[in-house]
């Protein structure tokens, strides 16, 4: 899609596909993908049939007899393929994911640049057999072999990165795809299917758009062998639920409501800054972003006045306006929520509205970074994964009993300590119910590292040599010496 093809008011007629059988197909039916930035339909998405699915399932299956026979070496050399053409096409899905997410356009030319780099790096990892015992009368090894056909849901927040992982990771352990993205920012997926047809054998990886119930008959369809989903819990419980019909092997990727513990020993200003860009990025729709702060009770007026600041300063508009560091949210439902979760924080006799506390007066999905003091921890804002723009700050005396209020949540997906105290730090960190916690930093993602959630934030890892074993079947060989 070129910049002429989009009109003055940022529609346009391109015609996206999906990709089923490495071949381009429309559907019957399409649905209008909005704008956030202005809260208008601006393009025409294809939402695939049942019978679609049943062809993309038909075709995955019979290409993962030749795909899965290929060395890694093999796939990689295709997954770098696939990386070096995204990269050539990465401006232009760049301008997609902020027309369909609405989030500054340097920050889509980001999530596209670790689109390739996740696909590479990914693609270098490789499951190697374990030898479990080698005594002169048994040999016995574990091998991983692939699973078969996978079913990629993906959400809509970080819509081509997070898809990219699932591409990297379904396809380098020979497992073939279909791949459904969320249908609010479906766009820039069926772009990246576009650009693999000239690059993967057809059948290998097909990329379907269409609603929740197309999910969910993936979810069930019995010629797909396993699920890797990231999105809500609520919407991950009941994947799980469709997936046991088959006894699908599942992944689910979850959401979070990340504390950040700050220590007394912290400059304030430096802190700050850096948590605050861990709360905001991404207008806070990061399952991993802060959604909570514990500060000392001694430093909380300060820290509330940095927080204050930083919140006032952020430049918010449309991600195509120069020098716009956060956009709108990304669709009318999740504005609502974060609406009705502001609304019932302002109710709260506690609740002091530091900073924001009011949408912007113009169309589209704009609020203010908002920033909130004194609550109790039984308000929904604390208690909620709220995804979007309020920040709580919220007070504390003792450290232990910070610990036990970060803990207390039945989502674990990460957290963080900060303080110029490492070995104090990670102490604290091994005492938090979360699968990653980092000291002196929040959001980040590798490729080599496994990720996940305790508790309700998820089921198994992605990401690392955990990560691809989790698209495998484990296979024990056991072999007598004489
Ligand atoms: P969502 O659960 O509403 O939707 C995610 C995907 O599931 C979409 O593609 C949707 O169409 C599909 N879907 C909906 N109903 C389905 C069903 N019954 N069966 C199968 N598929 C179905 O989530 P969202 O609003 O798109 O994403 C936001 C959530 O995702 C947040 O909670 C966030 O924390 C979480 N998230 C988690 C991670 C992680 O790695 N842990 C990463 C990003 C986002």
Not at 152 to 171: D, E, F, M, Y
Not at 258 to 282: C, E, H, R, S, Y
Not at 357 to 384: C, W
Not at 425 to 433: L, N, V
Request: charged share 25%.
């Amino acid at each position: 899609m070129r910049a002429d093809q989009i009109n003055d008011s940022g529609e346009t007629s391109y015609k996206f596909t999906h990709t089923i059988d490495g071949k381009a197909e429309g559907s019957d039916k399409t649905f209008g993908v909005i704008n956030p930035a202005t809260g208008a339909v601006f393009a025409q998405c294809p939402d695939a049939s049942r019978e679609q699915l049943e062809r993309a399932v038909a075709t995955a299956r019979r290409a993962f007899k030749d795909w899965s026979r290929l060395s890694f070496a093999e796939r990689r050399g295709y997954l770098h393929r696939l990386a070096a053409k995204v990269r050539e096409r990465a401006e232009e899905i760049a301008a997609v994911i902020t027309r369909e997410l609405g989030k500054p356009l340097s920050n889509s030319i980001r999530e596209m640049a670790g689109t390739a780099a996740s696909l590479e790096q990914m693609a270098n990892l490789e499951v190697k057999d374990e030898v479990m015992r080698d005594d002169g009368k048994n040999r016995i090894t574990m091998s991983f072999r692939p699973m078969g056909v996978v079913g990629a849901i993906a959400p809509w927040n970080v819509p081509v990165a997070l898809a990219s992982h699932k591409i990297a990771q379904g396809l380098i352990t020979g497992n073939t795809l279909v791949l459904k993205p969320s249908p609010y920012t479906p766009l820039s997926t069926l772009l990246v299917g576009e650009i693999s047809r000239e690059v993967l054998p057809p059948g290998v990886f097909n990329v379907i758009a269409g609603g929740n119930d197309l999910g969910q008959w993936i979810t069930e369809h019995p010629g797909i062998d396993k699920i890797s989903f990231t999105g809500s819990v609520a919407t991950g419980k009941r994947v799980m639920a469709s997936s046991a019909g088959t006894l699908k092997r599942v992944t689910l990727e979850l959401g979070g409501n990340d504390p950040a513990i700050m220590l007394d020993d912290v400059d304030i200003d430096t802190m700050t800054a850096k948590i605050f860009g861990g709360a905001f990025a991404n207008c806070g729709q990061i399952c991993m972003a802060v959604k909570r702060v514990y500060v000392p009770e001694k430093m909380y007026e300060p820290v509330l006045e940095s927080f204050a600041k930083l919140a006032g300063a952020l430049r918010v508009g449309d991600g195509f306006e120069p020098d716009v560091q956060m956009g709108p949210l990304q669709n009318k439902m999740q504005y609502d929520k974060v609406l009705d979760v502001l609304e019932d924080t302002k109710r709260r006799p506690e609740a002091r509205i530091v900073a924001g506390g009011n949408t912007l007066n113009r169309p589209g999905y704009f609020l203010q970074p908002t920033i909130i003091a004194d609550l109790k921890d039984d308000a929904r804002l604390v208690t909620e994964e709220q995804f979007g723009p309020i920040l709580p700050v919220l007070k504390y005396k003792d450290l232990d009993d910070a610990i036990a209020r970060a803990n207390d949540t039945r989502m674990g997906l990460c957290a963080s300590v900060w303080t110029n105290d490492k070995k104090r730090g990670a102490e604290i960190a091994a005492r938090i119910e979360a699968g990653t916690v980092w000291i002196n930093h929040h959001v980040g993602s590798e490729a080599d590292v496994p990720f996940g959630g305790f508790k309700e934030s998820g089921m198994g890892r992605e990401h690392g040599v955990m990560g691809l074993q989790a698209y495998m079947e484990a296979q024990v060989i056991n072999v007598p010496a004489a």
